[in-house]
């Protein structure tokens, strides 16, 4: 598990990472039933996170169980599936491969803090809301 410092600089990397709505999406999802993502990939990173609950996450041979206090960082090209503990509720941050070059370049577990959890909320709605173009924080 990553520290302390480590986990602050990826959440501020990511955070930073929020203002560019070209290279960033983020999707919030609630569902009625438990979520379950069979083994897939895609060209973009992704931040994971249940909140509330557990989740089941496989990726580079690595098996986590992640409490909501934590995310799960899956970069681009990776294969990775995915079980909620119940009910599923939570968000993922998509970023754009060509904007991942400061970030980590392996899978980890990620403590995250209320600004960058707030910061997803906002761009999630300003993306539900269906605005287009840059956003400033």
């Known amino acids: 598990m ?28 609630h ?5 379950e993502t069979p083994l ?3 060209t973009h990173s992704q931040l994971l996170v249940a909140e509330p609950g557990l989740l089941t996450v496989d990726a580079q041979n690595y098996h986590w169980v992640v409490p909501a206090t934590h995310a799960v960082w899956i970069p681009p090209d990776i294969p990775h ?20 070059e400061r970030l980590p370049t392996a899978t980890c577990v990620l403590s995250i803090f209320g ?16 605005r287009t173009g840059e956003y400033s924080f």
Do not use: P
């Open 31 to 35: 569902s009625d039933v438990i979520r």
């Open 81 to 100: 599936a995915l079980r909620s503990h119940g009910l599923y509720s939570g968000w993922s941050v998509y970023v754009a491969g060509a904007a991942c």
């Open 2 to 29: 990553a520290s302390y410092a480590t986990d602050f600089k990826y959440n501020y990397l990511i955070y930073m990472y929020l203002s560019s709505y070209s290279l960033i999406h983020a999707v919030m999802r």
């Open 40 to 42: 897939h990939h895609h």
């Open 115 to 130: 600004l960058l959890r707030e910061a997803v909320r906002r761009k999630a709605d300003i993306m539900k809301a269906g």
